[in-house]
C-alpha cells in the first residue's frame, strides 16, 4: 500500500534534506527531531501520527483511501519541505460551515474517534479524533491531489491556497496600522 505514496513522497522530498527515516512498516519524517509525522500500514488501512520527541504509534487517523492517504502526506511531508526551504507555511482558513457540512461523520466502536466521510464521494472516508489534520484533509479536498501538490511545491503557494488568505486581510491590516511587518505573511496585491 505505501507503493503508491512513494512518487509523492519522492516529489515532497527533492531538493530538500527532508527524508523519509522507517518506521515500523512505513516511515516517520521530523522537523530537527523534534516534531514527528509518522505514515504507515496496518493490514489494508493507512494510519497516520503527530507526536513530540519520537514517531509514534498512536495514530490519530487511519483510511483505506490512497486519496485521503495523499492529502495527508502532501499536507504533512509538504509543511516540512516548506520550512526546509523557508517558504511561507501553509495555513488554510478556518473551516466553513459549508466546508464542514461536505462531510458526515458517524460513532465508532472507540471513544473519542469517529468515522468521517466525504458526501460527494463515499469512498473517501477515514477514522480520526478531531483533531487539526482532520481539519486540514477536510479543507483540502476541494482541490485535486495534484493542484494541492502544486501548492506546496510553489514557492507561493499557488495556485490552490492563495485566494484563501484574503479572509485574514483585515487582520493582517490592523497589524500593518500597528507598525507589524506583514510582507511574508500575505501575497502583495495592486491595491497595496
Known amino acids: ?21 522507517n ?15 509518522a505514515v504507515w500500514t496496518i493490514e489494508d ?20 483511501s490512497a486519496t485521503i492517504a495523499s492529502y495527508i502526506v502532501i499536507a504533512a511531508v509538504g509543511a516540512l519541505r516548506r520550512a526546509e526551504l523557508f517558504q511561507d507555511a501553509i495555513s ?11 462531510w458526515v461523520s458517524s460513532p465508532t466502536r472507540w471513544p473519542r474517534i469517529a ?7 463515499p469512498e473517501l472516508s477515514l477514522n480520526s479524533t478531531n483533531c487539526a489534520a482532520l ?3 477536510q479543507f483540502a479536498v476541494q482541490f485535486s491531489v495534484e493542484g494541492y501538490l502544486n501548492s506546496y511545491l510553489n ?9 484563501f488568505r484574503t479572509s485574514f486581510e483585515p487582520y493582517l491590516r490592523q497589524l500593518s496600522d500597528t507598525g507589524v511587518d506583514i ?8 491595491s497595496r
Open 1 to 21: 500500500m505505501l507503493e503508491t505514496l512513494k512518487p509523492l513522497i519522492g516529489k515532497l522530498c527533492s531538493g530538500t534534506s527532508v527524508t523519509p527515516e
Open 23 to 37: 518506521f515500523e512498516n512505513g516511515y516517520a519524517f521530523s522537523s530537527y527531531n523534534t516534531d514527528f509525522f
Open 45 to 64: 488501512r493507512f494510519c497516520f501520527s503527530w507526536s513530540e520527541r519520537h514517531p509514534s504509534t498512536a495514530f490519530c487517523i487511519d483510511t483505506q
Open 92 to 102: 488554510p482558513v478556518i473551516l466553513s460551515d459549508e466546508l464542514r457540512s461536505r
Open 115 to 121: 468515522n468521517y466521510q466525504y458526501i460527494a464521494n
Open 135 to 137: 481539519r486540514q484533509l
Open 155 to 163: 514557492a507561493d503557494a499557488s495556485p490552490a491556497l492563495t485566494p
Open 183 to 190: 510582507s511574508r505573511m500575505i501575497p502583495p496585491t495592486p
